[in-house]
């Protein structure tokens, strides 16, 4: 079995330090490391490749998941 892979957001305060915003966890469906883990912003939609999977969530909200592929 792989290692948990998760997508954490951050943002950075003008005083310069990060804030969690929220954490995206993949389920994986089989060995995936964070070399298999890949992300592509789109304005407020987050879309996290892990192995043979696609994870959409909104940047706000992390942890809701929109739809799997």
Do not use: C
Not at 13 to 30: C, H, P, R, V, Y
């Amino acid at each position: 079995m792989g290692e948990q892979v998760s997508l954490l957001t951050l943002e950075v305060t003008s005083n310069g330090t990060m804030d969690k915003i929220g954490e995206l966890i993949a389920e994986s469906s089989g060995y995936v490391t964070a070399w298999d883990a890949r992300t592509v912003l789109v304005n407020d939609d987050i879309y996290f490749v892990v192995g043979d999977r696609v994870f959409h969530s909104n940047w706000q909200l992390p942890e809701q998941l929109i739809t799997q592929y």
